[in-house]
């Protein structure tokens, strides 16, 4: 069984900087696309950054584009986004999802496993 353990939020101004982890377990990650998808209070879960199995193709939502970056480290069973320009707009719970298979989607329904979240809270 798949296990997903988010880690590295916070409370952070606009501007600033915040890098999440997600630590993957349980099976090979290499066999898994990944993502990362959030939800603010009130609204629904939505996709922020995919990337494929190998780490060789990313995708990111537009209100993310340019200022967060995914990435993964195969050999330590490990994801990351890197989010930099914070907004308080980006405040969120944010997941990290394990998907079987070299292809990453958008798609929340797409992903098999899923991490608790992490809180990231960016102040004004």
Not at 17 to 26: D, E, H, I, N, T
Not at 29 to 48: D, I
Request: proline letters at 3%; hydrophobic letters at 30%; aromatic letters at 12%.
């Amino acid at each position: 069984q798949v296990q997903l353990v988010e880690s590295g939020g916070g409370l952070v101004q606009a501007g600033g900087s915040l890098r999440l982890s997600c630590a993957f377990s349980g099976r090979t990650f290499s066999n898994y696309a990944m993502g990362w998808f959030r939800q603010a209070p009130g609204k629904e879960r939505e996709f922020v950054a995919r990337i494929s199995w190998s780490g060789s193709s990313t995708y990111y939502a537009d209100s993310v584009k340019g200022r967060f970056t995914i990435s993964r480290d195969n050999a330590k069973n490990t994801l990351y986004l890197q989010m930099n320009s914070l907004k308080p707009e980006d405040t969120a719970v944010y997941y990290c999802a394990a998907r079987r298979g070299p292809i990453p989607t958008s798609r929340d329904v797409s992903y098999d496993y899923w991490g608790q979240g992490t809180q990231v809270t960016v102040s004004s």
